[in-house]
């Protein structure tokens, strides 16, 4: 079963963030908030757990298309291709901020995502993950906690996450009500911006 642990956004507790990141380095899944919906995730560089989330959500892991949460633009090199400037600005007015960016991938992509051409990137204007990110020093692979039959598009109460996710995660964050409007999701990876959803980040950042 898992354990649910309160941080607070506003000064996350150090204490709270690492039990958090120990779950994350044995290969635990969590559920934690980011400045738009809830998100479950894990350990970029751990295949077990990235199976574990593939199998929750019913998809082979080859085929996911997930974000990986960085703490700011300085991942970036670790897994994405060289950008040029006009896509670089664009990155740094949006971010940190609910935004997730398709960009290309380059070869140090792990090897679950070796043959991925791009990866999302996200780096959410939120203290609680930007800490678990810093902690465990490397990214956070990300997927949503939605199913396709809720009558709401995403649940945004943590005890009522807690009660659905409980058997299937090892560490539920509640850090307060989330938000049911998922991140824009703008392609990059071309250099020529296209809008694949519009979601909480505005588009004049374009």
């Known amino acids: 079963m898992a354990e649910f642990i309160k941080i607070y956004e506003e000064n996350p507790n150090p204490k709270e ?5 120990d779950v994350l ?19 970029i ?16 892991l080859a085929k996911a298309n997930w974000s990986f949460i960085c703490t700011d633009l300085s991942n970036l090199s670790d897994y994405v291709r060289q950008i040029d400037t006009a896509t670089f600005k664009i990155l740094k007015r949006a971010l940190p901020g609910p935004y997730t960016f398709i960009l290309p991938g380059n070869n140090n992509l792990p090897k679950e995502f070796k043959k991925k051409k791009t990866v999302g990137i996200r780096v959410p204007d939120n203290s609680i993950v930007k800490a678990l990110v810093e902690g465990l020093g490397n990214p956070i692979v990300s997927t949503s906690i939605r199913d396709d039959d809720d009558v709401l598009e995403y649940t945004t109460d943590p005890e009522l996450i807690f009660e659905k996710w409980e058997n299937l995660v090892d560490v539920v964050i509640d850090g307060g009500y989330g938000g049911n ?23 004049d950042i374009l």
């Open 181 to 203: 409007i998922g991140s824009t999701i703008i392609d990059v990876s071309t250099g020529h911006p296209e809008v694949i959803r519009e979601g909480k980040g505005s588009l």
């Open 45 to 60: 560089t751990n295949t077990k757990a990235l199976e574990k989330i593939a199998r929750i959500k019913g998809i082979k």
């Open 17 to 21: 963030i690492k039990r958090v990141v």
């Open 25 to 43: 380095r044995k290969g635990g899944l969590v559920i934690y908030p980011t400045d738009t919906v809830y998100g479950l995730g894990c350990d």
